[in-house]
Antibody, heavy 115, light 110 residues
Framework: EVQLVESGGGLVQPGGSLRLSCAASGFTFSSYWMHWVRQAPGKGLVWVSRINSDGSSTRYADSVKGRFTISRDNANNTLYLQMNSLRAEDTAVYYC????????WGQGTLVTVSS | QSALTQPASVSGSPGQSITISCTGTSSDVGSYNLVSWYQQHPGKAPKLMIYEGSKRPSGVSNRFSGSKSGNTASLTISGLQADDEADYYCCSYAGSSTYVFGTGTKVTVL
């Protein structure tokens, strides 16, 4: 069974940093692209970032480019999202999503940016 | 990277069919047959319902079907059931290994 479990969310002040993790199991993690998708409270889904299977290629939404970094550790089946210079508008549930097309989703971790 | 346009809400009675549209541009929906549709119940993670425009993952009811014409993709739910009441999002590959989601549609079963 495919499982994606996000962690690392919480309350952070504007300008602060946070690192999200996603532990993957039930599939060959190193064979899949992975994504981060976010959803602000009461709002829609927004694609944030993508990394290819070996970690050599990354892409970002314009809204996070230069502030967020996606990475992965295939030896430990873990996906990461390093978030710097956080803004109030980054407040959202962040989902870890497998594949192309995106198919399996984790349950998400809430990031709140507020003073 | 503008969001794909979906109607805010669509409703129907049990047993009826409804269709949700998803309008993009020639840079995303119109250029690739790579539109996916997701169902999201309140407080839950999204679930993949359709991929590559019209394909259903294993376990998804054949009451759900997808299609595309030009820059607009569509999701049709036939034989509407109470459990179909949820938010639905389209998502398209947008080139250069990026993706874009739709604005979302709330489906209400009357």
């Amino acid at each position: 069974e495919v499982q994606l479990v996000e962690s690392g969310g919480g309350l952070v002040q504007p300008g602060g940093s946070l690192r999200l993790s996603c532990a993957a199991s039930g599939f060959t993690f190193s064979s899949y692209w992975m994504h981060w998708v976010r959803q602000a409270p009461g709002k829609g889904l927004v694609w944030v970032s993508r990394i290819n299977s070996d970690g050599s290629s990354t892409r970002y939404a314009d809204s996070v480019k230069g502030r967020f970094t996606i990475s992965r550790d295939n030896a430990n089946n873990t996906l990461y999202l390093q978030m710097n210079s956080l803004r109030a508008e980054d407040t959202a549930v962040y989902y870890c999503v497998r594949g192309a097309p995106p198919d399996y989703w984790g349950q998400g971790t809430l990031v709140t940016v507020s003073s | 990277q503008s969001a794909l346009t979906q109607p805010a809400s669509v409703s129907g009675s049990p047993g009826q069919s409804i269709t949700i549209s998803c309008t993009g541009t020639s840079s995303d929906v119109g250029s690739y047959n790579l539109v996916s549709w997701y169902q999201q119940h309140p407080g839950k993670a999204p679930k993949l319902m359709i991929y590559e425009g019209s394909k259903r993952p294993s376990g998804v009811s054949n009451r759900f079907s997808g299609s595309k014409s030009g820059n607009t993709a569509s999701l049709t739910i036939s034989g509407l059931q109470a459990d179909d009441e949820a938010d639905y999002y389209c998502c398209s590959y947008a080139g250069s290994s990026t993706y874009v989601f739709g604005t979302g549609t709330k489906v209400t079963v009357l």
